[in-house]
């Protein structure tokens, strides 16, 4: 049994519709993959923001707490400033220049905010900076802790 033309040309159609249906639904299947994978990269983004996020979050609250805590607990020679300034020990400098006197800062650290000090201008007659004047005398040069524990009694 021979086909006719017409019905040769409805079966070809046909099949070409079924194939046109059959790529729709493959290209829809592949377009719904797509927009999965999309959505799961998405939430992976996400979570990693959020754990980015975080992580500094708690970088930063470590960082604070410890610079609070720095700047809280007292300096090494707290005690040994406090008993130079009580004895009347002073410290005469230059401390944006002179790199003695940032030098003799620098060996108190914290604890320098309890030493008695004064740019060199406010007493006439300094030639050296630092100088330190205790009883009456002057020790020009920085001094070692040493030498002003012997000088005003004030233990290290």
Not at 28 to 57: D, P, W
Request: glycine content about 6%; aromatic content about 12%.
């Amino acid at each position: 049994m021979e086909l006719s033309k017409r019905e040769k040309r409805k079966l070809k159609l046909e099949r070409l519709r079924q194939e046109s249906q059959e790529s729709q639904k493959e290209y829809e299947q592949r377009l719904e993959n797509q927009k999965q994978v999309e959505q799961q990269r998405t939430k992976s983004s996400k979570a990693k923001y959020y754990i980015l996020a975080a992580t500094i979050a708690v970088l930063l609250i470590a960082g604070t707490a410890y610079s609070v805590y720095s700047i809280a607990k007292p300096g090494p020679y707290d005690n040994f400033a406090k008993c130079l300034s009580e004895k009347g020990a002073v410290m005469y400098g230059a401390m944006e220049w002179c790199h003695f006197t940032q030098g003799q800062r620098a060996m108190f650290g914290k604890s320098f905010k309890y030493v008695d000090y004064h740019e060199f201008p406010e007493l006439p007659g300094i030639k050296k900076t630092p100088t330190w004047v205790i009883n009456g005398k002057w020790y020009e040069n920085a001094q070692s802790f040493e030498k002003l524990s012997e000088v005003t009694g004030c233990k290290i």
